[in-house]
Nanobody
Framework: QVKLVESGGGLVQAGGSLRLSCAAS????????MGWFRQAPGKEREFVAT????????VYADSVKGRFTISRDNAKNTVYLEMNRLKSEDTAVYYC????????????????????WGQGTQVTVSS
């Protein structure tokens, strides 16, 4: 089992920044891609960003491209989401997820292809 724990959420004014972290622990034996998703009240969960195990490949949703940056530190088993120029529409619960046995370069977009999920962290952007 792999456990994922997000942190770093909170309340921020529009235009501000937050940095989310997701720490992985447990039986991590294989290469795994990581992703961030979010779910706003009354809306479906949506893809935000993904990063390959080696960190060289990333993909972003159009809505966050140029404002958010995903990164990872494999020595710490931690993935980050740097969020800048936040907007009110970024308000949501943010979840990190791990997709195991994907190899070194794979990125993963579909939520159904992720094996483990964190409990989520709330991000609220006030306008």
């Amino acid at each position: 089992q792999v456990k994922l724990v997000e942190s770093g959420g909170g309340l921020v004014q529009a235009g501000g920044s937050l940095r989310l972290s997701c720490a992985a622990s447990g039986r991590i034996f294989s290469y795994y891609a990581m992703g961030w998703f979010r779910q706003a009240p009354g809306k479906e969960r949506e893809f935000v960003a993904t990063i390959s195990w080696h960190g060289g490949n990333t993909v972003y949703a159009d809505s966050v491209k140029g404002r958010f940056t995903i990164s990872r530190d494999n020595a710490k088993n931690t993935v980050y989401l740097e969020m800048n120029r936040l907007k009110s529409e970024d308000t949501a619960v943010y979840y990190c997820a791990a997709s195991i046995q994907r190899g070194v370069t794979a990125v993963v977009l579909p939520s159904e292809d992720y094996d483990y999920w964190g409990q989520g962290t709330q991000v609220t952007v006030s306008s």
